[in-house]
């Protein structure tokens, strides 16, 4: 992998990733399904994760579905037109832009599915990883956010196992960066306070 393309090659990149980023499908779906604004409930981010306490579950699949997408696409494109350096920053654009939307006041969900997205992209056996470990520890604790920060904890490992060491550092980033997004979640961990799946809210 390299980074040495230029200084506007790889602003396009992370611009490209940011913008498709931060479109907050869970709220636009939500909206559109004339159930408000999904920050009004639950957690109050835009994820697929609240947007089920809406009791929609088609739409939280959508949610989850499109999230997922953006970061992939982001990757994707860039890639096809730069390279594999670039796409690489285009993916923690699309994270960071989910995660930190502009037009949210950088309000935005956890990214959990944009980085799925991200390594399904870039590194496919990382994003089975990340999936296997995901199902692994929800079927086994019933706790959404315990499944997901564990798996985000298993994916950089597995990017550096079949991916490259850049791309491993740039997950581990994005890694530190949805555990300290989830820092309710760890304090309900802790008081054994955190909903479990199909209890929640």
């Keep these: 992998m390299e980074f040495s393309s230029s200084f506007e090659t790889l602003a396009i990149a992370f611009g490209v990733g940011y913008l498709l980023g931060s479109i907050p499908f869970g709220l636009l779906f939500t909206r559109a399904a004339g159930l408000g604004d999904v920050r009004r409930i639950g957690s109050g ?3 697929a994760t609240n947007v ?10 959508a949610t989850l579905l499109f999230d997922a997408a953006k970061g992939a696409v982001a990757v994707l494109v860039v890639h096809h037109y730069f390279g594999q350096g670039p796409a ?14 502009v037009w949210l006041k950088f309000k935005g969900g956890k990214g959990v599915a ?5 390594l399904l ?3 496919w056996q990382a ?9 692994a520890v929800a079927a086994a ?5 315990l499944a997901a920060m564990v798996a985000t904890i298993a994916a950089p490992i597995a990017v550096y196992a079949w991916g490259s060491k850049e791309f491993a550092m740039v997950a581990a980033l994005i890694s ?12 309900r961990l802790m008081a054994g306070e955190e909903p479990r799946i199909g209890a929640e809210a």
């Design 45 to 47: 981010n835009i994820g």
């Design 52 to 61: 089920l306490r809406t009791g929609r579950k088609g739409i939280a699949a």
């Design 88 to 101: 690489i920053l285009a993916g923690l654009g699309a994270f960071l832009g989910h995660v930190f939307p």
């Design 114 to 118: 944009t980085y799925l997205g991200v």
């Design 121 to 123: 992209a870039t590194v």
């Design 127 to 135: 994003a089975a990883v990340f999936a296997a470990v995901w199902l």
């Design 141 to 145: 604790t019933r706790i959404s956010s």
């Design 176 to 187: 530190v960066i949805i555990l300290i997004k989830h820092r309710g979640n760890i304090r």
